[in-house]
């Protein structure tokens, strides 16, 4: 695969995959930036090159064509201020003014296409509208890691289109930031998997057995291990139909050497609000009308020595609900001890989703060795699966 820096972008138009998806609050301003700052290399490059951008991008997931909440326009301050070169707006990716505005763009301009979900056909990775996006530029670069895992036109059917195609900045350290750690992982290697769901990690938590010293689960889908251990767990989160696989996983950690860590205690609440009562329980035996919401202190303790001691940490989704402040210290602490992991000579990668929140939150997002733009793109590399918009650019 070509990266950018196998090309000079004098005097072409570089049109650019980029994972603009940030949060937007009430007033349509952007709540999180990580995802535009990591993009910011890729596009100064092109631009000092000589060249210009056009950049194309999703914003959330709109069903029926335009809606001003899912627009890109709103993300244009933040971004001309970061570039600093004022951004040209095309109000829609394909047809007309899109094709005007591209063609009028000269070298050192910015030019952000509207969010292309506004078009079915991008979901539905339809070729004649691929065509339409990949006719508006020279060279195809894809920064995109977050969205890589999607067989969309702009991710990937547009790539067919072009010779000269490569990676930016973004894709290029995302995926040599995984490799390293599950290829040339330093040890010990511990994996910190958190998060409601056992069903969304089962793949990464099989494939990590292989790798790791040390598995810590925490968060929600912890309490299934304990239901399928024959502990009381209250009302709290539970998959009633993967108790089984629980057990499994147990078993293979056993078989394997794996240090499987399950918290021991939590933080129970008698509601799902901040308010609610709460108290320390031992994870077997939470009372009835009680749920667990984070982990409790000496699941924090015992947590926080085996992050602290290795020289590999992955982390993917938070010990508990930590939007909500009573049930944050679990991953507050297991955030400080990544980053003590980090002082200390190891590598650090943060998954992205809530974990990498946490982290740019606490202002650690320096102080840990990556944090990943990539969600559902992130794990499903690490589970081994082809990312679509990486085979595309390797074609
Ligand atoms: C994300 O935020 O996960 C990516 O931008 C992909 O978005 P999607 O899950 O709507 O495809
Ligand atoms: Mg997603």
Redesign the pocket.
């Not at 990539?374 to 793109?377: E, F, Q, R, T």
């Given at each position: 695969m070509k990266t950018i820096q196998d090309y000079n972008f004098e005097g072409k138009k570089a049109l650019i995959r980029v994972?603009f998806?940030v949060p937007l609050n009430d007033q349509m301003e952007v709540t999180d930036e990580t995802r535009i700052n990591a993009a910011i290399p890729t596009l100064k490059k092109i631009l000092n090159d000589g060249g210009s951008c056009i950049l194309m991008s999703?914003l959330?997931?709109p069903k029926n064509g335009p809606e001003d909440k899912f627009s890109l326009r709103h993300i244009i301050p933040n971004l001309g201020q970061k570039l600093d070169v004022p951004v040209k707006f095309a109000d829609d990716c394909v047809g007309q003014s899109a094709t005007d505005e591209a063609q009028a763009l000269q070298p050192g301009e910015v030019l952000l296409l509207e969010n292309v979900r506004f078009h079915k056909e991008e979901t539905a990775g339809d070729e004649a509208f691929a065509q339409k996006l990949a006719s508006l530029g020279d060279i195809y670069v894809n920064d995109a890691f977050?969205?890589a895992h999607?067989a969309h036109a702009s991710t990937t059917v547009a790539a067919k289109s072009f010779e000269d195609k490569c990676c930016g900045y973004v894709m290029k350290a995302e995926l040599e930031n995984a490799q390293k750690v599950l290829e040339k992982a330093d040890k010990p290697f511990t994996a910190i998997m958190g998060g409601a769901k056992i069903s969304d990690k089962i793949m990464i938590i099989e494939q990590l057995l292989d790798k790791v010293d040390h598995l810590i689960i925490g968060g929600g889908m912890s309490y299934t291990f304990f239901k399928a251990m024959g502990g009381q767990i209250g009302n709290s989160l539970v998959e009633e139909d993967k108790l089984d696989l629980a057990k499994t996983l147990i078993s293979k950690a056993k078989e394997k050497g794996v240090d499987l860590q399950l918290p021991k205690d939590s933080i129970i609440a008698d509601n799902f609000s901040n308010d609610a009562n709460t108290q320390t329980s031992d994870n077997y035996a939470i009372p009835a009308g009680f749920m667990g919401l984070d982990i409790g202190p000496e699941s924090r303790e015992v947590f926080s020595k085996i992050i602290e001691n290795s020289k590999t940490v992955l982390w993917n989704g938070p010990m508990g609900v930590f939007e909500m402040s009573n049930f944050a210290a679990g991953t507050n602490t297991i955030a400080q001890s990544v980053v003590k992991a980090t002082e200390n000579g190891g590598f650090s990668l943060i998954g992205g989703g809530d974990s990498a929140a946490a982290v740019n939150n606490l202002g650690y997002g320096d102080k840990v060795s990556y944090v990943s733009t990539?969600?559902?793109?992130l794990l499903e590399y690490m589970e081994g699966k082809v990312l679509p918009g990486v085979a595309a650019l390797e074609e």
């Open positions: 994972d998806n999703h959330g997931r977050g969205t999607r990539g969600g559902g793109a």
